[in-house]
């Protein structure tokens, strides 16, 4: 396995630094949390297990798809939530792993 750079990690820092810097990407977050406490039942795909459908946060945010798509795509790319394909809609879900890498990030560069 190859040993992780300084370098590396500040590059991964950089790009997690970079999702989280803005504050519709941090609602977002924050609502994938408790997506219960925050979005009604979905006809396809369970709120936990699936996520919640892409036009569901755009909706609550008041922010058309294309943005909303371009604000998840950074935060998937960051590895702090994950997609699913049901039908024809993508659905989002925080990851664990990409919260914890937040905190080990954190710890690390600064």
Do not use: N
Request: proline residues 3%.
């Amino acid at each position: 396995m190859k040993k992780r750079t300084t370098r590396d990690r500040m590059v991964e820092a950089k790009e997690m630094f970079s999702a989280l810097a803005s504050e519709p990407r941090l609602r977002i977050l924050k609502w994938l949390e408790e997506p219960e406490a925050h979005f009604a039942a979905q006809k396809h795909g369970d709120l936990r297990a699936d996520g919640v459908c892409g036009s569901r946060i755009a909706e609550k945010l008041g922010f058309r798809l294309p943005t909303v798509s371009r604000h998840m795509k950074q935060l998937v790319d960051a590895g702090l939530i994950e997609s699913k394909r049901i039908k024809q809609w993508t659905f989002y879900r925080r990851t664990a792993s990409g919260i914890e890498q937040v905190h080990r990030i954190v710890d690390d560069v600064l």
